[in-house]
């Protein structure tokens, strides 16, 4: 059993705030981000400024964060992970929840079904029946579930069991429940990791994971067992891997396996010491959020996911003050970042 650390958990619920407020911000093009025009941004962020009547954030969070926070406060007041509270949550955050947040396309139907039966149904039926049956393979589980590792962190069974319950309830693929599990588990090994934990040990790691969720024969494609073995190649490679490359072998989309795995690959790409030398100055985990973000694509939602396993392994401390102060949700993320640890 590994100490649980209390800059850890900071460090992970602040990291995808971040992630997603800044990431959110670049997220409109689809297109890579160069380092200068990432650093322009972060080199200003401030507090919220009050013009009198209203405070006005520079950087608002959106779903990833909203639901990631629901998540946390509803497993916290259960005590456990309850289905049908955490469905609940979800359904009435959204339904009262800024349009800045910018939900997925087809969530609102899942939430609209659970609602309609005042979430008393099977909290897991609306969803099952998302795209003819197939379920959603959106990153939107993912994206989300980092809370459900610091809360069951001592108990790793829990921690794939709970992100499989907490995916089901709006993504039901087998490839989005996948990558919930695997970015779950991502940020318990970061937990759990000391510093001497090198990139190739926690890849070794997921790999071992990913190759038991995807031995069953009905997967056709083993999609994470393939992307985890390319970032093996990518890290080991002598250069920086090209965005052509990134696009080819893993993704930037709204995919789960794409976005989940282009979050891994970007803290696995600065563990291995592999840092773009336009952001060498940085400290490990702001590297890791905007290498995430320069990737293009789903950038709130690769960065969210990246700042949340790149600060449970580094902790709060490489956070900057400004970068916090500047996101909404900053004290409510404090205060969960808090109760989950204790
Ligand atoms: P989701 O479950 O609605 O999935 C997102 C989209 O993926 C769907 O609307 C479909 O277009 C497509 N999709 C998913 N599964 C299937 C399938 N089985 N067959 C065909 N198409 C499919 O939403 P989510 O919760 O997964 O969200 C994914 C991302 O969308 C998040 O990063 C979130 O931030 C959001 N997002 C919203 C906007 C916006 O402008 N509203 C833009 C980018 C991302
Ligand atoms: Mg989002
Ligand atoms: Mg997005
Ligand atoms: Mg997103």
Request: hydrophobic content about 35%; proline content about 4%; some cysteine.
């Given at each position: 059993a590994q100490m649980r650390s209390r800059s850890k958990y900071y460090g992970a619920v602040l990291g995808a705030l971040v992630g997603d407020c800044i990431g959110a911000q670049f997220e409109s093009g689809w297109c890579p981000v160069?380092?200068?025009?990432?650093?322009?941004?972060?080199d200003t962020l401030k507090e919220k400024?009050?013009?009198?009547?209203?405070e006005k954030w520079m950087l608002y969070y959106t779903d990833d964060t909203e639901m990631a926070h629901e998540l946390g406060k509803s497993m916290l007041s259960k005590g456990a992970f309850d289905a049908k509270n955490v469905a609940e949550c979800f359904g009435e955050t959204y339904f009262a929840s800024k349009p800045c947040r910018w939900y997925g396309g087809s969530v609102?139907?899942?939430?609209?079904?659970?609602?309609?039966?005042?979430?008393?149904?099977?909290?897991y039926g609306p969803a099952a029946k998302q795209f003819n049956g197939?379920?959603?393979?959106?990153?939107?589980?993912?994206?989300?579930v980092f809370p459900v590792s610091l809360f069951y962190f001592e108990d790793v069974d829990k921690v794939m069991h709970f992100a499989a319950c907490s995916s089901k309830i709006t993504h039901s693929h087998i490839n989005a429940i996948n990558g919930a599990i695997l970015q779950a588990l991502a940020v318990h090994t970061a937990l759990s990791s000391s510093?001497?934990?090198?990139w190739d040990i926690v890849l070794n790691k997921l790999t071992k994971y990913a190759e038991k969720l995807e031995e069953s024969k009905s997967i056709d494609s083993r999609v994470y067992c393939q992307k985890l073995n390319e970032m093996y190649r990518m890290i080991l490679a002598k250069h920086i891997p090209t965005q052509n490359e990134i696009d080819d072998k893993i993704g930037t989309?709204?995919?789960?396996?794409?976005?989940?795995?282009?979050?891994?690959?970007?803290?696995?790409?600065?563990?291995?010491?592999?840092?773009?030398p336009e952001l060498s100055h940085l400290s490990p985990i702001c590297q890791v959020i905007l290498y995430a973000?320069?990737?293009?694509?789903?950038?709130?939602?690769?960065?969210?996911?990246?700042?949340?396993?790149?600060?449970?392994?580094?902790?709060?401390?490489?956070?900057?003050?400004?970068?916090?102060?500047?996101?909404?949700?900053?004290e409510e993320a404090c205060n969960l970042a808090l109760n989950l640890f204790n």
């Open positions: 160069a380092f200068s025009t990432l650093l322009k941004l972060t400024v009050s013009d009198g009547s209203s609102p139907n899942v939430f609209k079904q659970l609602q309609a039966v005042r979430y008393k149904g099977d909290p197939q379920g959603s393979y959106g990153n939107g589980s993912a994206m989300r510093r001497d934990t090198t989309g709204i995919r789960s396996d794409e976005a989940m795995c282009a979050a891994l690959f970007s803290f696995l790409l600065i563990l291995a010491g592999k840092s773009p973000i320069s990737l293009g694509g789903d950038t709130d939602t690769i960065a969210t996911m990246a700042g949340a396993i790149a600060g449970a392994y580094y902790g709060e401390e490489g956070i900057p003050k400004n970068w916090i102060q500047a996101c909404e949700g900053n």
